[in-house]
């Protein structure tokens, strides 16, 4: 199976949801989004992908990156895809790809319904 992670090793929900991949013997492709971000388009085909508001993606509690890229719940999706493609902080982890779906694996368990 081919599992991929959008990836933020300083995050603990991020390391344990990798590790739990790892414990099923999967070594996934991790990509570390905040060295290598992605950009508007891809961030667009995500989010699609995850079948969810473009603002269920965005992390809220990084407030300082919030306030400075001028976004709030009620800003368009293409106001919130430009600032996490601006600023790839205020792009929610850990994300899982796999064949059976995407998603926002917060907590950390729900990557099992994935694996």
Known sequence: MKVTIYHNPSCGTSRCTLALIREKGIEPSIIEYLKTPLSKAELKA?????GV???DVVRWKQKAEVVAAGIDEASSDEALLDAMAASP??????????????KLCRPEE?????L
């Open 46 to 50: 995500l989010v699609a992908k995850m």
């Open 53 to 55: 508001p473009v603002k």
């Open 89 to 102: 902080i205020l792009m929610n982890r850990p994300i899982v790809v796999t064949d059976k779906g995407a």
């Open 110 to 114: 729900t990557v099992a319904s994935l």
